[in-house]
């Protein structure tokens, strides 16, 4: 004779557990794609008859590590780069190595002028960085509100 079937479990299966705090995930990350946005943007820019393929000089206000400066060292004939300047309030221990780069003269088929700023780019003044043909910021959400832009840009 065959056994009965096995009763049905009585007991609840744990309820999983949920993070406290709601966390969001950006593939790629949404560092790497603001950077990618600047560059692209300004390429553009710079193949419109402004600029004639002549924007060579970029500031980045809130430049933290120097990552987006660091990404725009190898040439690109569509942005002719040959001065960056980054400020920040904060120093990072990276910045010595931004001139360091061991592909950079690999990468590089004209000069290219990196100078790093500690400091507010409030306090900045046009004889310390000379002329820049762009002013980017990827991390500076909280230069809008320091500087009471209106909520649209």
């Known amino acids: ?18 993070p406290t705090t709601p966390q969001l995930t950006f593939e790629p990350p949404l560092q790497f794609q603001r950077q990618f946005t600047i560059h692209e943007t300004t ?26 400066l660091r990404r725009l ?10 001065k960056m300047t980054g400020i920040d309030i904060c120093q990072s221990p990276t910045w010595p190595s931004l001139r360091q780069n061991p592909r950079e ?27 820049h043909d762009v002013i980017v910021s990827a991390e500076g959400s909280h230069l809008a509100r320091a500087w009471n832009f209106p909520n649209e840009v």
């Open 105 to 131: 003269e690999e990468d590089r088929w004209y000069g290219l002028d990196i100078n790093l700023f500690l400091g507010s780019f409030e306090d900045l003044q046009i004889h310390d960085v000379g002329y």
């Open 43 to 68: 390429k553009h820019l710079s193949q419109t008859p402004r600029f004639s393929n002549k924007l060579t000089r970029l500031l980045d206000a809130g430049c933290g590590d120097a990552t987006l």
């Open 1 to 18: 004779m065959a056994s009965p079937p096995p009763a049905p479990s009585t007991e609840l299966e744990p309820e999983p557990t949920l």
């Open 73 to 82: 060292i190898p040439c690109d004939d569509l942005l002719p780069l040959s």
